[in-house]
């Protein structure tokens, strides 16, 4: 499992993708005091060999880009971490409009989260479905996400087999309808296109001296709170201090393997990308 060492006294993080020798459709990085991670919106297993997304760089090149935008952009402490993330939007559709159409409902999109501290303060913002989590000391660890996106009506899989014509019909439409509402006024912010979605992250500042530990998490490493309720957003904390960021992603991948079917936990991966990095102070 490749490790990515952000900083050798407090900050460390695993980003792995859904299966071996796939390409993983997280990215994960830092620079000083700040950190950044993304999850890239890919599509379901069952439609993922029928969809054009009218880029022609493909969705980890857009990650890639997007990510060393933001660290770059953010050594100046002078502008706001929402300031950061649009000229980050700005510059990298830059980089690829004369070549791709960043007009089509599934051009490369992101979700965003992204911790920097100083000596006082740590600012976060947290742009669509992964998570962050601060132990601040009190008895439950601050969760930080944005879940505009699992508030869209979506049809549901019911009692489908991930293998029937209908459940590919149920995937590609809710593929289809979270993509129509992106940054969308009564849909959901994502990284992407527009700018100006980075006013809409949720974002905050936190004295320094009140975090113990952080958390940043793509969807994929926080299936065992969320989807498969297997652990509490405090034992999904301690589990990562403990057993680091592949104890996990492991755990994930033990119960995502008991269920490759997608029968218990209907979903439209079986396996997920999954990136978790942990922040000491």
Not at 33 to 52: K, Q, T
Not at 94 to 123: E, N
Not at 238 to 265: M, N, Q, S
Request: proline residues 6%; contains cysteine; aromatic residues 6%.
């Amino acid at each position: 499992m490749p490790h990515v060492r952000l900083d050798p006294v407090k900050l460390t993080g695993v980003s792995t993708p859904n299966r071996p020798f796939r390409q993983n459709e997280d990215w994960l990085g830092s620079r000083a005091e700040m950190v950044v991670l993304l999850d890239g919106c890919g599509v379901p297993d069952s439609v993922s060999g029928e969809l054009e997304t009218g880029c022609s760089h493909g969705l980890p090149w857009f990650l890639k880009s997007l990510g060393t935008a933001l660290l770059r952009n953010g050594e100046d402490t002078r502008a706001s971490l929402s300031d950061v993330l649009a000229t980050s939007i700005s510059q990298t559709c830059a980089a690829h409009q004369t070549r791709c159409d960043l007009t089509h409902p599934l051009t490369p999109a992101s979700t965003v989260v992204m911790l920097r501290g100083d000596a006082s303060t740590v600012d976060y913002l947290v742009l669509s479905d992964s998570t962050l989590l601060v132990d601040d000391g009190g008895d439950e660890p601050m969760v930080i996400s944005d879940d505009r996106v699992r508030s869209l009506a979506l049809p549901g899989f019911g009692d489908l087999r991930p293998d029937s014509r209908q459940y590919r019909e149920v995937a590609s439409a809710r593929l289809h309808e979270r993509a129509r509402m992106r940054n969308h006024p009564e849909g959901y912010p994502v990284a992407s296109t527009d700018p100006q979605a980075a006013y809409q992250a949720v974002t905050g500042q936190i004295r320094r001296d009140r975090v113990r530990r952080a958390l940043l998490a793509s969807d994929g490493a926080t299936r065992l709170v969320d989807m498969f309720d297997q652990l509490t957003w405090t034992q999904l904390l301690d589990l990562a201090f403990t057993a680091g960021p592949e104890g996990v992603i492991d755990r994930t991948r033990e119960v995502e393997d008991a269920d490759t079917a997608c029968l218990a936990w209907p979903r439209g991966r079986a396996y997920d990308d999954a990136t978790v990095a942990l922040c000491r102070w």
